[in-house]
Each structure stands twice: as structure tokens, then as C-alpha cells.
């Protein structure tokens, strides 16, 4: 067991609790506490009821201008400064729309001072429905003073040039929707002289004729690109089968014929083959390349009929001539394919580059004409862009989501709080042990009557291939003959260590090795109720105490090549009877007879009896149930076995995204309640995988 020494000192370093989620990780334990999403999303649509009933709905208006320019051609800096230049004129125009005297303008016109709604009511924390009629009533224009209808509307008015365009937006936001039109356009009109429509540019024939080219060059350029993009599948599996072919060659040199990793490249050589041909038929038969490949299709059609001939004679010798023949039709399809496809690429570049030179000269025409003088023109009139409807819609959706993440906040401070494992990655750094196997979640391992290996019950399920997967992690922990002997054990009760040791030991059976599984749990055996047609009078507490005979307590099960031993009897204090000497001579002893010898040993932390039995064995692996027992009672079993100078290999995460349990002190409620009924029942916390 000195073997382990190397390992186990570097695997012995402690490692202190830590916060060790990662992002998705921690995603999913956040949205576990959907809960508190759900609670604050309600909250939030309260909320967002009650601000509706204090608050008048909003509406807008939106008004456009446009700044209509004469156009001159300009190329280089002069380009640059007229754009330049455009920006300013239309930020300088944004700040006339928005002046004081210009505002002022705009109240005293009878258009504005017509209006009937002009001033809504003052806020108030009250609900509308009781508000007085007096409280709720709108002043109107002429009611109020200048002022205070310029200050109205200067705080509900937004001027905003829309970036890359020539258009300004006018947008006016009041309770009232036809008060917001009315304002909108009094602005517009009291800054124009009159209204215009939008003027419409006229456009050249040698632009028309330009535009023309060049929609006839980007057909013949994307048809071009379809055709080669045909061939890139065809190219691409080409590729693969070229390095599989290469990879083959080097394969053949280091192994035999018959080797699973040659044979497995052999077969997706030929799967490649195939559906190399199937492409190459597709593109054969595309109406546009007929015309290319009918040079190629006398001579493909001889080597096929050449391949046909030689199979249907099945003699060594045809078989070497149809090698040949495929050789030869592979040699003339991926010459002609490599022609085509740089054919194709060098008819895109020139495609391109036509384009390419068209659309520069029609973005040069496009531009040579500049505004040598502004004029700002009315593009489209004010019109309502909100009603109330929506803007109900929006705050209560607003508040809803307010609260989910309100909730989904408060779910990721609980989350930075809570140091239990969920998966791999998060056992792996708390503890640092390797994870031989992660097992899901699943009811495939209740036992209603007798126990029957996930295997064999169910051999297609994720749950059998973790335990394929931990069977593969133990072999590939060295020589058979250095970990022959394994314990399986856990931190905690109920981590379904009992099932990952009989299911470990049912997949060494059934990979044609003698195994024994021996239930070392004298406290709360548990191996015996997975197979009811034991005889579990007799075990091993009985050998221990010298009551009977080794041979005596060993029995088969119904899964060939896999004995068990039982438990036996019940002591009133099973440390007592785990001598160093008698365990020593018993492992032995078995050892010598099985291939496998898988112990189920109690929880590290609530008795003494594993870390006594630890040194004995070649390999200890801590089953671990993902969010039930937290870092630090895991660390802590950790520690007392490195302590014990267990032989500690990895992990196996099994529960993968079940709820968490309450804890006490380290994760684990009620230490001393472990196997404190000795001559009474079984507990259940330890009953499910």
C-alpha cells in the first residue's frame, strides 16, 4: 500500500472552503430558488398596479423635419468637412427648435392657446379614483401662465437628430394625446414659414444604368458562391478522408489488423468514402455543372463498372483490381474537383471586383452633389406614437420584471452563501480529488423488491453508463493486482454509498471478474436488503468475532461471478471488533481468491469504524450526493482519512441536482444517531441512491 504514497501526498494537501461555483453552475443554483423570483415578480406587479392608479398615463407624439440640401460632387477632405459640416447645421437646428424665445413663440400662438388640456393635475401619491373631480382637472392654456407652459413643455420635449440621416425628431410627451399632437406641430410651424412635402431627387441614366450593372453583377457573383458552395462540402470531406487515410498508414505501422483503433479507422475511412461519393453524385447532377463534368463522366463510369466487376468475383485477385479502379476514380474525381473549385474562386474574385468597382462609382455619384444652403422642410406631420394601452401593458411588465430580478438578485447573494457541491467541477475544487464518475438523479435505483444492477435492468440509461464510467475510472487507476481491494465509503448517512458499491461490484461481475462485496457496516448494514434471498444471519461481524468460519458466510447472488458477504450479526459496539490483525489476515485471504474486493464501510464522520479499516485496503473512493452534505463536511471527511493515511483515489458524485438537505454541524444532523439503534430498525435517510 506504500505504492500509493506518491499520490496520496500530494492529494493530501488541504484545501479550505471556498466559493467555487462557476458561472453555469451557479445559474442553476440561483433559478433552484425560483421561489423568491416569483414572490418579488408579484411584489413588483402590485407595485407597478399602484403607480398606475397614482399616476396619468403618458402619450407621445413624434413630428419629423427634414434638412433638404442642394448637392455638389465632393471627393476626399472636402467629403469629410461637408459631413462635418452637416452635423453641426443640424445640432444648431435642435437647439433652435428647443430656445426659450422660440418656445415662447410657440404658447402664445393660438393654436397652443387653444388648447383645452394643457396643464394635467398636479402629482399626488393619492389613487385617481380618490381624487376629488377638482384634482383630477386639466387647466387650460390660457388658464396658465406663460411660464409655466413653457416649463411644461420644455420638460416633456425631446429633439433628436436621427444619426446617419438628414431627419430630426420632434417628440412631445404629455398625459393628454392630442394635446402632445397639437404641441408638436405648433413647434414645427411656428419655426417653418409654411409647409412642404419632401422633396424627391431625380436620378441620372448613367446612374440607372449603373444600378442596373450592378444588380447583374451581384446575380452572376452570388450564383458563383452557390456553386461554390457545393463544392465546400464536397472539399471538405475530401480533407477528412485524406487524413484518415494518413492516419491509417501510421495506425497499420504500430498495430495488427484486428486492432480495435485500426478497425475503428478503417470503418470511418469507409463511412467518409461514402459519403464522399454521395456528394460527388449531388454535384454530378447539379443542371449548372453538367456541363463541366460530362469531360470526367465516361471515365468515372469505367472505374465504377471496373469496382463492380472485381466485387462480383470476389477473388483475391479482382479484390486488388477494384482497389486499383477505386484508387483511380478517386485520384480523377479529387483532380477534377480541385480544378473546378479554383476555377470557381478565381470567377468569384473577378465577380467581386466588378462589383466591387460599380457600387464605389454609384456611391460617388450618390454623393457629388452637397447642400450648398440648408433648407429645413416638414417630412412627415405629428402623429400619437403611444396610447394608454400600452404604456399599461409596459409598466406592469416593467414591474414585473423589476421584481423577478429583484428576486433573481437576492437568489444570487443567497447563492454566494451556500458551499454545498452541485457537479463535477465544484467537488473537484472544494476537495481536490479527481471525480471518477458522476451519477444523475433518477429513480432507476429504488428497490421495490429484489435489487437488480443498473446493467442489467437498464444498460442503455445514463445511469449505467456512470457506473461503466466509474468501472473504466477504477481499471484505469493502474494495475489490476495494486487495487484489487477497494472501500467505498462517504462523509455523511445517506449519500448512497451501499448502491455505488453493489453497482460497482455487479459491473466488475459482469466484466468477467470474481468479485466479493462485503458489508462492512456492522452499525446499519444494508447490502443484505438488496438481496432478500441472502441468508444474513451470518456475516462478517461473526467471522470478526470468531463465531463461525469465513468460507461459511460467503454467498452467491443471482449476478454470475459476484458473491456477497453480510453484515451478520448485530454487535453492541463493532469497533471493538475491527482488529488490525484479524481485518489484515480476512483481506488477504480474500484477495487471493477474487479478482474485485469491493467493502461498503460506514460514513467517515459520525463513526470511528472506516478510519480504522482504511489501512488495510488499496483504494478508498468517498461517494458524495451532489447538494446534500456541504464543502466542509466533505473536507472534513477528507481529512480524517488522510489522517488514517488512506489510500484516497476520487470521488463519485452521485444525485446530480437534488434538493439539499438541512445540516446540523458540517452538513450532517444527528452524528450520533448513526447506528445508534443497534438491535431495532433501519434509519432511511441512507435507503435511496
Not at 92 to 114: D, M, R, Y
Not at 616 to 634: D, L
Amino acid at each position: 500500500m506504500n505504492d500509493f504514497a506518491d499520490d496520496h501526498d500530494e492529494l493530501s494537501q488541504e484545501v479550505k472552503p471556498k466559493n467555487i461555483k462557476g458561472g453555469m453552475t451557479r445559474l442553476r443554483i440561483v433559478l433552484s430558488r425560483w421561489w423568491l423570483m416569483l414572490i418579488f415578480g408579484i411584489l413588483g406587479y402590485v407595485i407597478a398596479l399602484y403607480t398606475l392608479s397614482i399616476a396619468e398615463p403618458s402619450n407621445k407624439a413624434r413630428a419629423t423635419l427634414e434638412v433638404v440640401t442642394k448637392k455638389r460632387q465632393l471627393v476626399g477632405s472636402e467629403l469629410e468637412q461637408d459631413k462635418l459640416r452637416m452635423e453641426q447645421m443640424m445640432i444648431t437646428l435642435a437647439n433652435k427648435l428647443v430656445g426659450p424665445s422660440q418656445l415662447t413663440k410657440v404658447v402664445n400662438s393660438p393654436k397652443i392657446q387653444a388648447i383645452e388640456k394643457a396643464v394635467p393635475p398636479e402629482f399626488s401619491f393619492k389613487p385617481k379614483y380618490w381624487r376629488t373631480k377638482e384634482e383630477l382637472r386639466y387647466r387650460t392654456a390660457a388658464e396658465a401662465s406663460t411660464p409655466e407652459v413653457v416649463k411644461m413643455i420644455t420638460g416633456n420635449l425631446q429633439i433628436s437628430p436621427r444619426p446617419g440621416t438628414s431627419l430630426i425628431d420632434i417628440t412631445v410627451t404629455h398625459k393628454d394625446s392630442t394635446t402632445a399632437v397639437t404641441i408638436a406641430d405648433a413647434i414645427m410651424e411656428a419655426y417653418l414659414d409654411s409647409e412642404s412635402k419632401r422633396k424627391s431627387g431625380g436620378t441620372t441614366e448613367a446612374f440607372k444604368i449603373l444600378r442596373a450593372e450592378a444588380n447583374n453583377a451581384e446575380a452572376d457573383l452570388e450564383a458563383a458562391r452557390r456553386a461554390m458552395s457545393a463544392y465546400n462540402a464536397v472539399m471538405s470531406t475530401n480533407t477528412l478522408m485524406q487524413q484518415k487515410s494518413d492516419e491509417i498508414i501510421k495506425l497499420k505501422q504500430r498495430y495488427k489488423a484486428k486492432h480495435p483503433k485500426l478497425v475503428d479507422a478503417v470503418s470511418m475511412e469507409e463511412e467518409l468514402k461514402r459519403r464522399f461519393r454521395g456528394e460527388v453524385n449531388s454535384v454530378l447532377n447539379s443542371p449548372s455543372e453538367l456541363e463541366f463534368w460530362s469531360q470526367y463522366r465516361d471515365q468515372m463510369t469505367e472505374y465504377e463498372a471496373s469496382i463492380k466487376k472485381a466485387e462480383a468475383e470476389q477473388s483475391e485477385e479482382a479484390i486488388e483490381q477494384a482497389k486499383v479502379a477505386e484508387a483511380n476514380w478517386f485520384m480523377l474525381v479529387q483532380r477534377a474537383l480541385s480544378s473546378r473549385a479554383g476555377l470557381l474562386q478565381s470567377r468569384i474574385s473577378t465577380k467581386q471586383a466588378l462589383y466591387d468597382t460599380i457600387t464605389k462609382r454609384i456611391t460617388e455619384i450618390d454623393v457629388a452633389e452637397e447642400n450648398d444652403e440648408g433648407e429645413i422642410k416638414i417630412a412627415e406631420p405629428a402623429y400619437p406614437s403611444g396610447n394608454v394601452q400600452i404604456d399599461k401593458y409596459t409598466r406592469l411588465v416593467q414591474g414585473s420584471v423589476g421584481g423577478v430580478l429583484a428576486g433573481l438578485a437576492l437568489a444570487y447573494l443567497l447563492s454566494l452563501m451556500d458551499y454545498k457541491v452541485y457537479d463535477v467541477r465544484t467537488t473537484e475544487e472544494a476537495i481536490g480529488l479527481p471525480c471518477l464518475a458522476a451519477v444523475p438523479e433518477s429513480d432507476v435505483f429504488d428497490i421495490e423488491e429484489e435489487w437488480t444492477n443498473v446493467l442489467e435492468a437498464e444498460p442503455n440509461s445514463s445511469n449505467a453508463e456512470a457506473i461503466r464510467n466509474l468501472r473504466a475510472s477504477v481499471t484505469l487507476l493502474g494495475k489490476a493486482e495494486r487495487h484489487k481491494c477497494l472501500l467505498v465509503t462517504s462523509a455523511v448517512p445517506g449519500e448512497g454509498k451501499t448502491t455505488i458499491a453493489s453497482e460497482l461490484a455487479a459491473a466488475f461481475a459482469l466484466s468477467e471478474q470474481k468479485t466479493l462485496l462485503i458489508d462492512m457496516d456492522l452499525r446499519k448494514p444494508r447490502v443484505h436488503t438488496l438481496f432478500p434471498k441472502l441468508n444474513d444471519s451470518l456475516g462478517m461481524a461473526d467471522v470478526l468475532a470468531g463465531q463461525t468460519e469465513l468460507g461459511k458466510v460467503i454467498q452467491r447472488t443471482s449476478v454470475d461471478r459476484l458473491h456477497v458477504i453480510c453484515a451478520g450479526s448485530k454487535a453492541p459496539n463493532p469497533s471493538e471488533l475491527l482488529q488490525d490483525d484479524d481485518i489484515a489476515k480476512i483481506i488477504t485471504k480474500l484477495c487471493e481468491h477474487y479478482d474485485r474486493v469491493i467493502i461498503d464501510s460506514p460514513p467517515v464522520l459520525p463513526v470511528s469504524d472506516t478510519r480504522l479499516l482504511v489501512g488495510h485496503v488499496q483504494t478508498v473512493i468517498m461517494v458524495v450526493r451532489a447538494m446534500k452534505a456541504p464543502v466542509g463536511a466533505i473536507m472534513r471527511a477528507k481529512e480524517l482519512l488522510q489522517q488514517a493515511d488512506a489510500p484516497l483515489v476520487g470521488v463519485v458524485i452521485n444525485g446530480m441536482k437534488q434538493k439539499h438537505m438541512g445540516a446540523a454541524y458540517f452538513g450532517y444532523r444527528g452524528y450520533g444517531e448513526y447506528g445508534a439503534d443497534a438491535y431495532g430498525g433501519y434509519y432511511e435517510d441512507d435507503r435511496t441512491a
